[in-house]
């Protein structure tokens, strides 16, 4: 996950017992065969890290380059999403200050 959060590119594992990862403490106590990782990147702020997605499977070659290509997609409205929910609450509180500014006038 940290690499994701690092480089901002997805990262797939479909064999952890071939890979790096064979020892990490996790793997070994939760034994999945293969792992992807997808960064949810705000499209509007530089692609800042808004969050990850992690997923494992008791599979090897669980990850094909369609299924990240899906997830990807998805992650982009992901993130659209978020974006959106922020705007939407900035709007809200914009809406309450003028609603209070215009109380306090009349």
Request: hydrophobic residues 40%; contains cysteine; proline residues 2%.
């Amino acid at each position: 996950i940290s690499q994701v959060e690092c480089n901002l590119k997805s990262f797939v594992i479909n064999n952890i017992d071939d890979s790096a990862f064979s020892n990490d403490a996790y793997f070994l106590e939760h034994k999945p065969k293969s792992f992807l990782c997808i960064p949810i990147t705000n499209l509007t702020n530089c692609g800042a890290l808004i969050g990850v997605i992690y997923l494992e499977s008791d599979l090897k070659n669980e990850f094909s380059n369609t299924n990240i290509q899906i997830l990807n997609i998805l992650c982009i409205q992901a993130a659209i999403l978020l974006h959106n929910a922020d705007k939407f609450q900035q709007l809200e509180e914009s809406l309450q200050d003028l609603q209070q500014v215009q109380s306090q006038l009349l």
